[in-house]
């Protein structure tokens, strides 16, 4: 390893030291018509993020009402922003997002193997919330706001598959509102660690100018998932990058990963 990667990697520690450490208080603001925090990282920059445990909130978090999400009691919050450069246009993104198959090429950084490794062993489309009804990949054309899409993602991990339930709350030529919801469990053998429900996330994605998108992921992890979350914090984050960055089309190892 040299120097230069050995010293970005030391940085990147401490930075995510100092997000997993915030203090109490601080509160994810989601780009309804606010600023979002944490801020958008510049482009070309790596992500900006923050986490949160349940006990980091001195006050219950309100949610704004483009969460669209039920109000109940969570054991992580992950919020990750950032800028997507490239983008030519919003069936760039729609096709990114409907090629459920190809998302089984992305890699992340293993921070417990210290290498790159495939993101998923498996993935994709469903006709419906049952995962023996697979169908190919998502056309533009099909996806529409108000609708539900189903996938299939089998992680390369020691856990089992989960079914996504993937909603669109916007599609306009200058934004993107989608929410993922895992809607069957996910185990570790016969052993439970996340329930139906307990993985939710938003993305949203804006046209800040031309090419250019912000980009603002925010994931809830439900009470009683700590078996899921609880130090295993860096792989999280790796994994959300990594599915950021294959969003945007970039080589999977252009930049530092979050957690090294």
Known sequence: MSRSRLLLGLLAGLLLLAFLTMPAGAQPQLPCDAAALPDYAPLDAPLAFQVWRSQDLAAPWKLPPCARWAE?????????AGRLGSVPSLDFLLRRLGAVSKTSDVVYWSHSRQRWRPLFENTYALEGPE????????????????RDYYLWQKENAA??????????HEITPDRLVLEQVNITETRFLLVPLLGA?????LIFLTRERDDVWTYYHIIRYGDGSDAFTEGHRASLLNRADA???????????AAEPLAP
């Open 131 to 146: 995962p023996d009804l697979r169908r190919g990949d998502f056309d533009p054309a099909e996806l529409a706001v108000g």
């Open 243 to 253: 599915q950021y960055r294959y969003l945007g089309g970039l080589p999977p190892d």
């Open 72 to 80: 109940r009691d969570f054991t992580a919050l992950i919020a990750l």
């Open 159 to 168: 856990i089992s598959g989960t079914v996504l339930r993937v909603r669109f």
């Open 197 to 201: 429900g307990d993985y939710e996330a």
